[in-house]
Protein backbone atom coordinates (compact mmCIF):
# COMPACT_ATOMS: atom_id res chain seq x y z
CA UNK A 1 0.00 0.00 0.00
CA UNK A 2 0.83 3.68 -0.24
CA UNK A 3 3.01 5.02 2.28
CA UNK A 4 3.85 8.77 2.84
CA UNK A 5 5.98 10.67 5.34
CA UNK A 6 6.21 14.05 5.81
CA UNK A 7 8.83 16.41 7.16
CA UNK A 8 9.99 20.08 7.50
CA UNK A 9 7.72 21.80 9.60
CA UNK A 10 8.40 23.80 12.57
CA UNK A 11 7.98 27.15 14.09
CA UNK A 12 8.80 30.39 11.98
CA UNK A 13 8.19 34.48 12.35
CA UNK A 14 5.54 35.90 9.86
CA UNK A 15 6.69 36.85 7.12
CA UNK A 16 9.03 33.89 6.98
CA UNK A 17 9.45 30.91 4.88
CA UNK A 18 9.25 27.22 4.85
CA UNK A 19 9.66 24.19 2.80
CA UNK A 20 7.56 20.81 3.45
CA UNK A 21 8.84 17.22 2.27
CA UNK A 22 6.98 14.20 1.68
CA UNK A 23 8.57 11.00 1.19
CA UNK A 24 6.22 8.50 -1.25
CA UNK A 25 6.28 4.89 -1.15
CA UNK A 26 7.27 2.89 -4.22
CA UNK A 27 5.41 3.64 -7.17
CA UNK A 28 2.81 6.14 -5.78
CA UNK A 29 3.75 8.83 -8.48
CA UNK A 30 2.61 6.33 -10.75
CA UNK A 31 -0.94 5.08 -9.30
CA UNK A 32 -1.80 8.68 -7.98
CA UNK A 33 -2.17 12.12 -7.91
CA UNK A 34 -0.61 14.04 -4.77
CA UNK A 35 -1.62 17.09 -2.59
CA UNK A 36 -0.94 19.02 0.55
CA UNK A 37 -3.55 19.77 3.24
CA UNK A 38 -3.92 21.32 6.08
CA UNK A 39 -6.35 21.27 9.76
CA UNK A 40 -5.86 24.22 12.46
CA UNK A 41 -7.26 22.92 15.87
CA UNK A 42 -11.63 23.22 15.65
CA UNK A 43 -11.37 23.47 11.77
CA UNK A 44 -11.78 21.20 8.91
CA UNK A 45 -9.55 20.09 6.65
CA UNK A 46 -8.51 22.26 4.00
CA UNK A 47 -6.93 21.45 0.44
CA UNK A 48 -4.02 23.84 -0.29
CA UNK A 49 -2.19 22.43 -3.29
CA UNK A 50 -2.73 19.66 -5.58
CA UNK A 51 -0.59 18.10 -8.49
CA UNK A 52 -2.95 18.17 -11.80
CA UNK A 53 -1.00 15.29 -13.51
CA UNK A 54 1.16 12.41 -12.93
CA UNK A 55 4.01 13.72 -15.66
CA UNK A 56 6.60 15.98 -14.28
CA UNK A 57 5.30 18.65 -11.23
CA UNK A 58 3.06 20.75 -12.96
CA UNK A 59 0.19 21.86 -13.99
CA UNK A 60 -1.00 22.65 -10.26
CA UNK A 61 -4.05 23.95 -8.27
CA UNK A 62 -4.13 26.29 -5.14
CA UNK A 63 -6.30 27.33 -2.76
CA UNK A 64 -7.19 31.25 -3.23
CA UNK A 65 -5.54 31.43 0.21
CA UNK A 66 -2.13 30.86 -0.33
CA UNK A 67 -1.96 31.69 -3.98
CA UNK A 68 1.45 33.55 -4.66
CA UNK A 69 2.71 32.28 -1.58
CA UNK A 70 2.75 28.61 -1.92
CA UNK A 71 4.49 26.32 -4.62
CA UNK A 72 3.73 22.44 -4.96
CA UNK A 73 6.45 20.38 -6.90
CA UNK A 74 7.33 16.92 -7.43
CA UNK A 75 10.16 15.19 -8.07
CA UNK A 76 9.75 11.65 -9.81
CA UNK A 77 13.34 10.32 -9.18
CA UNK A 78 13.09 10.90 -5.76
CA UNK A 79 9.50 10.33 -4.76
CA UNK A 80 9.27 13.32 -3.16
CA UNK A 81 6.91 16.15 -3.14
CA UNK A 82 7.31 19.53 -1.82
CA UNK A 83 5.07 22.46 -0.54
CA UNK A 84 7.25 25.27 -0.78
CA UNK A 85 5.42 28.63 1.47
CA UNK A 86 6.72 31.97 1.61
CA UNK A 87 5.60 34.89 3.07
CA UNK A 88 4.06 32.86 5.56
CA UNK A 89 1.08 34.16 8.23
CA UNK A 90 -0.44 33.45 11.48
CA UNK A 91 -3.74 31.91 10.04
CA UNK A 92 -1.19 29.49 8.32
CA UNK A 93 -0.79 27.80 11.27
CA UNK A 94 -1.68 23.98 11.17
CA UNK A 95 -0.87 20.54 10.77
CA UNK A 96 0.03 19.98 7.29
CA UNK A 97 -0.47 16.41 5.49
CA UNK A 98 0.36 14.89 2.41
CA UNK A 99 -1.94 12.87 0.43
CA UNK A 100 -2.68 10.99 -2.36
CA UNK A 101 -5.49 10.01 -4.74
CA UNK A 102 -7.05 9.46 -8.27
CA UNK A 103 -8.13 12.83 -8.78
CA UNK A 104 -5.66 14.72 -9.88
CA UNK A 105 -5.70 18.53 -8.82
CA UNK A 106 -8.51 17.88 -6.83
CA UNK A 107 -8.30 20.17 -3.21
CA UNK A 108 -11.22 18.14 -1.73
CA UNK A 109 -10.18 15.31 1.62
CA UNK A 110 -12.73 13.02 0.32
CA UNK A 111 -11.16 12.47 -2.96
CA UNK A 112 -7.84 11.33 -1.31
CA UNK A 113 -7.40 7.67 -0.29
CA UNK A 114 -4.08 7.77 1.58
CA UNK A 115 -2.37 10.08 3.57
CA UNK A 116 0.50 10.94 5.55
CA UNK A 117 0.81 11.73 9.30
CA UNK A 118 0.92 15.03 9.18
CA UNK A 119 4.03 17.65 9.75
CA UNK A 120 3.05 20.69 12.71
CA UNK A 121 3.45 24.52 11.07
CA UNK A 122 3.62 27.07 13.67
CA UNK A 123 3.73 31.05 12.38
CA UNK A 124 4.05 32.99 15.58
CA UNK A 125 3.89 37.07 15.32
Known amino acids: QVQLVESGGGLVQAGGSLRLSCVAS????????MGWFRQAPGKEREGVAA??????????AYADSVKGRFTISQDNAKNTVYLQMNSLKPEDTAMYYC????????????????WGQGTQVTVSS
Open 99 to 114: AAGPAGGCLSAVQYNF
Open 26 to 33: GRTFSRYF
Open 51 to 60: IKTTVGGTPT
